[in-house]
Structures are given as C-alpha cells and as structure tokens.
C-alpha cells in the first residue's frame, strides 16, 4: 500500500538570524569581489613592494572571507 503524501512546512525563522544570515551573505560576497580584484591588481604588479602589499592583502582578504564562511556555516548549524 502506498504511503500517504506528506506535507512539509517550510521551516520558521528567526527574522534576527535571517538577518543576520543575509548580512554574512553580502560580507561573503564583497569580499570575494575585493579578492577578484586583489589577484587582478597582483597580476598586473612588477614593483617587487607592490607585489608584497597585494600578497598581504590577498592573504588577509582570505583570512576574513574564511571567517564569514565559518560564522554562515554555524548560523546555519544552529538553526
């Protein structure tokens, strides 16, 4: 015998945490257009000085996109 169709409800959010969840999601993707344009800027460097400062900048871009990477992946963990 066939089971029954089940309902499902789409799931109640905490309009704080959807929020906040949104804001992560723009953070995330700023900074992965400031990167794009860190690597384009280090592509296009010869000055030996110019290139360091983009490898720091990549590297700490790289720092802060992974940290709101974390913070999205626990918001959704939590939820």
Known sequence: ?????????????????EAERRELMASLSHTRTLINQAYGGFNQASDSDLIESYVFEIN???????????????LEAST
């Open 60 to 74: 700490s871009l790289q720092a802060r996109y992974n940290y709101l990477l974390r913070r999205v992946k626990e």
């Open 1 to 17: 015998m066939p089971e029954p169709a089940r309902m499902f409800l789409p799931r109640r959010t905490n309009p704080a945490r």
